[in-house]
């Protein structure tokens, strides 16, 4: 499942494994197609 490949990984480690922009990303988040959670460190 692709959410289990893609824990703990940062932003940028997804958008460069997945092939997508930025702005595709936090739509993905948006829509509820992937999860984020931001950790205390940043």
């Keep these: 499942m692709l959410s289990d490949i893609i824990y703990g990984m940062k932003a940028n480690e997804v958008m460069k494994l997945l092939q997508i922009s930025r702005s595709t ?18």
């Design 25 to 42: 990303l936090l739509r993905w988040r948006k829509d509820g197609i992937l999860k984020a959670t931001k950790l205390p460190s940043g």
